[in-house]
């Protein structure tokens, strides 16, 4: 299978640890996304990259936040000294420039304790 | 700024029965809409989606999707729903820039 992939899939952390996600893009896609999810909402945008530059971040990624793409194919998020709110899905997607559909891995959770 | 509304939490029908999960949306300029499924603990599988054309777009699994500009919905419609087809259901509409802005969801239940 070649879609998104995303790893781990179930992260449990104490409060104040660092955590990193990672995710594999479909194949020559060059645009990828993170999103979050909190149980009982819609996915919320964090940031979009276009090859290996962030083009876009939300208000919602904290200066705890952080994420690469160094070479345009894999990208890392990086939570440092989280905390229980930080407790989510965190959903990596791809596209494809001048395509429209945004395609979604299976999505990492993580549960800090 | 883009935006859609999923005006209810939970959707109930009997196996079978056609299904409709509603959305409205609001956006300035020719809306891009979307509709993703997600199972439980899964992430988000793409249904279909509306660019332009035809207002009744058909997607994957037996959905389709009528667009409505008049009323500003994007409505998911099934002819007839399957206990398989029981999910988390999102709308979504392309912002302008690339991303996504998704709606709060629906809860389909199909009973057997």
């Known amino acids: 299978d070649t879609g998104v992939s995303q790893d781990p899939r179930h992260k449990i952390t104490k409060r104040g640890q660092n955590v990193t996600f990672r995710c594999d893009p479909i194949s020559e896609h060059n645009r990828l996304y993170w999103y979050r999810q909190t149980l009982g909402q819609g996915p919320e945008f964090l940031t979009y990259f276009q090859n290996e530059a962030q083009l876009e971040k939300s208000r919602l990624l904290s200066d705890r936040f952080s994420a690469e793409r160094p070479k345009g194919s894999f990208s890392t998020l990086e939570i440092q000294r989280t905390e229980q709110g930080d407790s989510a899905m965190y959903l990596c997607?791809?596209?494809?420039?001048?395509?429209?559909?945004?395609?979604f891995g299976e999505g990492s959770w993580l549960t800090v304790v | 700024a883009q935006s859609v509304a999923q005006p209810e939490d939970q959707v109930n029908v009997a196996e079978g029965n056609p299904l409709t999960v509603k959305c409205t949306y609001s956006v300035s300029g020719n809306p891009y809409l979307f509709w993703y499924v997600q199972y439980p603990n899964r992430g988000l599988q793409f249904l279909l989606k509306y660019i332009t054309g035809d207002n009744l777009v058909k997607g994957s699994y037996g959905f389709e999707a009528e667009f409505n500009k008049s009323q500003t919905s994007f409505h998911l419609k099934k002819p007839s729903a399957l206990v398989s087809d029981s999910a988390l259901y999102f709308c979504a509409v392309r912002d302008g820039g690339n991303k996504l802005v998704f709606g709060a969801g629906t809860i389909l239940r199909v009973k057997s």
């Open positions: 997607a791809s596209s494809l420039s001048g395509e429209n559909t945004i395609y």
